[in-house]
């Protein structure tokens, strides 16, 4: 399949000012000048420079008119992102457009390009390691300024520099030890144990400081979760709004409007928080209202912060009713009290309903989701909720769930391999262990992998990139 010339829609979906149409392999070059006449002091793509761009017509085969004036640039393997001779069009955003330039390159001879392909070839030719693929992927989905770094790092290659350094060192003490076997008649020790009892604390050390890093980073790249909860009409879709900044939750004075949870991201900070407003907590008979509350106790359980929304105006008989029901689901979480409505309420009143929650252990914050009162020092108070740990610039930090997975393998690995040092196993059981632990980190790069385990990376990559 590498053999094949691929096209595809690399912009976003649907009309717009500008549309990028991409095309990558042995004939890409050939095909692009068959469709692009060059402007005044132009030259045919053929005779144009690598990492280079002109103007011209775009031309349409079958009616033999001009289809569009585009911009077109050129990459010549394998100085190319894919490795591969490249060709882009810049054409206006037109659906017309963009879907006849795919016919007629498919009509010329090209393949439409699966999802992730391109990248999928960078990997193939080596422009990318396995971990610097999926950091492309990363890099699109990134919604804050952090998961933005965090893509970025990976994608220059420190993560793969320091996973290749361990492999570097693994290599060279499995050697010597497998060496060791093939002359154990002669009973002659190459492996220094109290060296490699020394690198594998040294491994055991980075290895456990990558998988706690994984709470950083699956926090940066897919948000904290924070759950919105409280009665019916405290207020929680309108916060959610406010949150959002746009009307994304229906807002009524109907008790039990929202049946299920409504999520999305907020950057804050630099840091993402992924907001889920739930069905209100109350006593009811509704089947279907019922169902949204049972979701409503999962998504506490789920989230690490947990705003239980209150109604300032209302000194409810069901605090103990919603504390049961909310308290114990929030243990090992951060829980703040967000008193709303505060812009319909007097002092005295307000310090006679925190009294009615004092013995409720948590944080608590003052606002009007309505008007937005407050809502600065509710941003502020949830990233100081977030206390994520901190981490050098320099660091390491782990993002990807199946990277955390095969250093977690490693880790069990080296432990293995300290635990046959101190009970002096032979070398061939140390062995064993070190290539494990050599397997699961080639796994994490691409030195070591299979069609299944691509096939699941890329086909989470849209198309055309």
Not at 106 to 121: D, H, K, M, S, V
Not at 172 to 197: C, G, M, N, P, Q
Request: with cysteine; aromatic share 6%; proline share 2%.
């Amino acid at each position: 399949m590498n053999q094949d010339t691929i096209c595809a829609i690399s912009s976003p979906p649907g009309s717009g000012g500008i549309a990028l149409i991409r095309l990558s392999g042995p004939t890409a070059i050939a095909f692009a000048d068959k469709l692009f006449v060059p402007g005044k002091n132009g030259c045919p793509v053929s005779e144009q420079a690598s990492h280079s761009c002109q103007y011209g017509q775009l031309m349409d085969e079958d009616t033999e008119k001009v289809l569009d004036y585009v911009l077109l640039s050129i990459f010549r393997g394998p100085n190319s992102f894919t490795g591969e001779d490249t060709v882009e069009f810049s054409c206006h955003g037109s659906l017309y457009i963009q879907q006849r330039l795919i016919q007629l390159l498919i009509q010329l001879g090209c393949r439409q390009a699966g999802p992730g392909e391109f990248t999928q070839r960078a990997f193939l030719n080596g422009k990318l390691d396995l971990s610097q693929a999926e950091a492309v992927a990363d890099l699109i989905a990134a919604s804050s300024s952090s998961a933005n770094q965090l893509a970025l790092k990976q994608l220059r290659g420190g993560f793969s520099k320091d996973l290749a350094q361990l492999r570097e060192q693994l290599l060279h003490f499995v050697t010597l030890i497998e060496l060791e076997l093939d002359f154990s008649e002669e009973d002659l020790t190459f492996a220094s144990r109290e060296e490699l009892k020394k690198l594998a604390a040294q491994l055991e050390s980075k290895l456990s400081t990558l998988c706690e890093s994984f709470r950083l980073g699956n926090a940066i790249k897919n948000g904290i979760p924070v759950a919105i909860v409280g009665e019916t009409n405290a207020g929680k879709s309108t916060l959610l709004n406010k949150l959002l900044n746009e009307d994304k939750a229906i807002v009524s004075d109907i008790h039990g409007t929202t049946r299920d949870s409504i999520e999305d991201l907020v950057s804050i900070k630099g840091l993402s928080f992924r907001f889920i407003d739930t069905a209100g907590l109350r006593k009811t008979k509704d089947q279907i209202e019922s169902l949204g509350i049972e979701r409503t106790y999962q998504k506490i359980e789920q989230a690490s912060i947990i705003l239980w929304l209150i109604d300032s105006t209302q000194l409810t008989e069901h605090i103990e009713w919603m504390a049961d029901r909310i308290v114990p689901r929030s243990q090992g979480k951060k829980l703040l009290l967000v008193f709303n409505k505060i812009d319909k309420i007097v002092g005295e009143e307000l310090s006679v309903l925190e009294n009615l929650f004092a013995h409720i252990s948590g944080d608590r914050i003052h606002i009007s989701a309505k008007f937005g009162n407050n809502l600065e020092s509710l941003k502020s108070k949830l990233t100081e909720l977030a206390n994520l740990p901190e981490f050098d610039k320099t660091d390491t930090i782990v993002s990807n769930l199946r990277h955390f997975e095969a250093l977690s393998a490693g880790l069990e690995s080296i432990k293995r391999v300290q635990e046959g040092l101190l009970q002096n196993l032979s070398g061939d059981f140390i062995a064993q262990d070190i290539r494990e632990c050599m397997y699961n980190l080639g796994l994490i790069t691409g030195q070591i992998s299979n069609d299944e385990v691509l096939g699941q990376i890329f086909s989470r990559f849209c198309i055309g990139k």
